[in-house]
């Protein structure tokens, strides 16, 4: 999808990942609706916006998108503003071992939520021109991270659930396409949460293995992540796709065909009578 003239919406916009992708699309010609529950950071962030691109290229919207309400009513606002939505960046997340159910709520519950309300608004049998969601998700979405199991949930999550979608949407025709992004460690303010007793609960006592997964995948910037963000929304097709970035390679995963296919080399055969006829 050509980015000049286009629409985005971005959730956890106002630092780290989230204004790295603002500012990317905003260099290749789009408008963005920056969402994020940290207002003072935001409005900061608008500021700076608009004296590099100009007042009426962004929209900054308080919104904590694990409020139904709030995440319906900044769609709304951005559709006043800019008239449709063109691309939606499921951005918004958190790491809390120890405040899990926070984690699923903004990582997984919200994420669904805000991908309903952009194929709500872009599907075409609503009316809408079509567009492009990509979801953000993690390497911890590939595997599992063991100083982060519900971080770990959440992240696999976000990449079956929009796997699953961009299937159903091709069938239903609906126009929209889905994409995931699966970086590695990337130097913003959530990895400070990693060694953090106040997040990581039961498992802080693990911090030692961060720094050995960081050093085995490496530690990206954000201008590095936002580049392989580009690449996802300019490429066409590819519905469904799942982007892998680390400092070494940006490449696309490779899922089995079938969840047989990941079976080891010796299964042991079915009970007896259970065996499909
Ligand atoms: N940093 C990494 O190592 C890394 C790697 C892979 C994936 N990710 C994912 O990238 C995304 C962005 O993370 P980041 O590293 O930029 O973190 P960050 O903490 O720097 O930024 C997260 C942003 O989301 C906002 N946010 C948090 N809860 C919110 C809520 N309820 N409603 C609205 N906004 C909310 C925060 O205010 C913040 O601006 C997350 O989904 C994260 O899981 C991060
Ligand atoms: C938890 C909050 C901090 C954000 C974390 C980011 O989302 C980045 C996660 C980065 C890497 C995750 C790596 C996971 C690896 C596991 O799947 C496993 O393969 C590691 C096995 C290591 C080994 O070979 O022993």
New binding site residues.
Partial sequence: MAVNGKIALVTGAAQGLGRGFCEILLKNGAKVALLDVNKEVGNDLKASLDKEFGPDHTLFLTCDVTSEDQLSDAYQKTLEKFGKIDIVCNNAGI?NERDWEKAVAVNLVAVVRSTYLALQHMKKQNGGQGGLIVNIA???G????L??PV?TAT?HGVVGFSRALAEASEACDFGVRLKVLC????RTA??S??SSEEYMGLFSCLHGFTEQ?IG??GMLEVPQVAEAFLQLVVEEGKNGSVLMVTPEITSYVEFPKSPTDVLSGNPSPSAPGSSPQ
């Fill in positions: 790491a993690s390497m911890a590939l595997g599992p991270l100083t982060s971080y992240k970086p590695t460690f990337v959530i990895i949460t990693l997964m085995m995948f």
